[in-house]
Each structure stands twice: as structure tokens, then as C-alpha cells.
């Protein structure tokens, strides 16, 4: 399944300063059923964002009028526990396209790459200005130049770097996952293929 294209993302974002966020957190167990990759936007935060009732809590995040975009910005190990892909397909099915903490789980930021979300790792105190310049302004844009691999608070200019695996940053900037970048290159597989002895 292709993805859009990810280049430059310039977006305001939405703060969840908690460390330690795990997967069962991001979409809990109970809706992991489906096969499809949607609907699961629904779902993220679940029992964060609503009550047993199912009506919004007003003091999460999300349901905060004043916070939106395509940048979420978490606490430290983000992501931790099981290895649910529906994590990160809840996280892109919301709307989310990039992920910005100073550590995450392994697992959790390559089932990211794999769906077209970018997960950019950042250092505490870098972090730590970005939620303080979101809470100044809650419209504060954030700028992810993935060509250049940086991530700059637009309002104060302060910039900083970060690591991507070179295949991964490829497949992002195409829009491709995994079998996508495969059928891109099967007149070159095909090639190979002929010119090996029998």
C-alpha cells in the first residue's frame, strides 16, 4: 500500500507530555480485530480520550479544540510495549504524520516507517523546547525537513538533526513501503533474474 509522499512537513502539533506511552495505551487491546488498516483512528487514545459512556473527556489532549495538526509530540519512550503494528496504523489513520519524542521503542518507530509516519527522535532538551514553544502558542508550527534530515520550531528558529535508516528515508520521500519499493524495482529483479545460470 502506497503512502503520500513525505518531503516537508510543516504543521502545527499536538502535545502529550507522558512518558512511557506503550502501545496498549495508543490502541488498546479490545480493537485490534479488524484486518483492514482503518478505522483504527478512531481508537487511538481510546481510553485516554472518552469515558465508559463513550463521551469525550474534555482534559485530554485531543479533544482540546486550542491543539490539532500532523505532528504529535510525545514523552520519552514512546511507543514501548507489544509489538502491534495497529499502533502506528491508528497513529496515520488519525491524521498524524510525523511522531516527535527523545526516545521510542524499536519496534514501535519501524512499524511507523512502515506506514508512511515519520518518527524523529530528538534530544530531552531539544524536546523540552518544543512543548515549552507549543503551550506559549498553541498554533506554534514545527518544520520537518526530511531531504535534510531537521526539525525546527519555526517561531524561535531553533533547529536540530536526526537519524533515519537510509532505505527508510528512500521509501518515505517515494511514498513507498516495502512492496511498493519491491514492484519499483522488478524490471531490475527481472533482469537479474535472466542473467543467473539454470
Not at 485530554?60 to 495538526?69: A, D, E, H, I, T
Not at 536540530?160 to 513507498?176: A, M, P, R, T, V
Request: aromatic content about 12%; proline content about 5%.
Amino acid at each position: 500500500m502506497a503512502y503520500d509522499k513525505f518531503e516537508i512537513l510543516t504543521s502545527s502539533a499536538v502535545p502529550l507530555p507522558i512518558e512511557n506511552v506503550d502501545t496498549d495505551q495508543i490502541i488498546p487491546a479490545r480493537f485490534l480485530k479488524a484486518t483492514e488498516r482503518k478505522g483504527f483512528g478512531d481508537n487511538l487514545f481510546r481510553d485516554w480520550r472518552y469515558n465508559s459512556d463513550d463521551s469525550p473527556k474534555e482534559d485530554f489532549v485531543l479533544n482540546n479544540p486550542l491543539y490539532g495538526g500532523k505532528i504529535l509530540v510525545g514523552g520519552k519512550n514512546f511507543g514501548s510495549g507489544s509489538s502491534r503494528e495497529h499502533a502506528a496504523w491508528s497513529v496515520y489513520d488519525y491524521g498524524f504524520r510525523c511522531v516527535i519524542s527523545s526516545f521510542f521503542a524499536d519496534i514501535f518507530k519501524n512499524n511507523c516507517l512502515n506506514v508512511g509516519v515519520l518518527p524523529v527522535q530528538v534530544s530531552a532538551d531539544f524536546l523540552d523546547q518544543i512543548f515549552k514553544a507549543i503551550e506559549a502558542d498553541p498554533k506554534a508550527e514545527i518544520k520537518v525537513d526530511l531531504p535534510t534530515q531537521t526539525v525546527t520550531i519555526v517561531a524561535t528558529g531553533a533547529s536540530e538533526s536526526f537519524d533515519i535508516n537510509s532505505y527508510k528515508k528512500g521509501n518515505l520521500l517515494n511514498g513507498f513501503d516495502d512492496i511498493d519499493y519491491l514492484q519499483n524495482m522488478k524490471e531490475e529483479i527481472a533482469s537479474f533474474a535472466e542473467s543467473m545460470p539454470l
